[in-house]
């Protein structure tokens, strides 16, 4: 399975950004995908997990704005953001779980200005 993430930049607080993540190869195999982030901290917080499924599941610092979706048609995971907050700042991955193999994207850097 090969990632490829994209939809990041610069954002003033309160603003809005959508992420995409653009899946190949064995996706049939799929178990869940979502994204994690790295703070510029370099701590690292799962952030959205949409399983084959579609349950969800978000950290507590981002319910209610952050949602996780996908477009079969185009193999496809989003990650809406919304009401930004500075402390939403990082590089963030894709990545997708096919049984205990991981799979990552590159990361796309999300920069909130205050």
């Known amino acids: 399975v090969q990632l490829q993430a994209s939809g990041g930049g610069l954002v003033q607080a309160g603003g809005s950004l959508r992420l995409s993540c653009a899946a190949s190869g064995s996706i049939f195999s799929i178990d869940f995908m979502g994204w994690y982030r790295q703070t510029p901290e370099n701590e690292r917080e799962l952030v959205a997990t949409?399983?084959?499924?579609?349950?969800?599941n978000y950290a507590d610092s981002v319910k209610g704005r952050f949602a996780i979706s996908r477009d079969n048609a185009k193999n496809t995971v989003y990650l809406q953001m919304n009401s930004l907050k500075p402390e939403d700042t990082g590089v963030y991955y894709c990545?997708?779980?096919?049984?205990?193999?991981?799979?990552w994207g590159q990361g796309t850097q999300v920069t909130v200005s205050s």
């Open positions: 949409l399983t084959r499924a579609g349950s969800t």
């Open positions: 990545y997708a779980f096919i049984g205990a193999r991981s799979f």
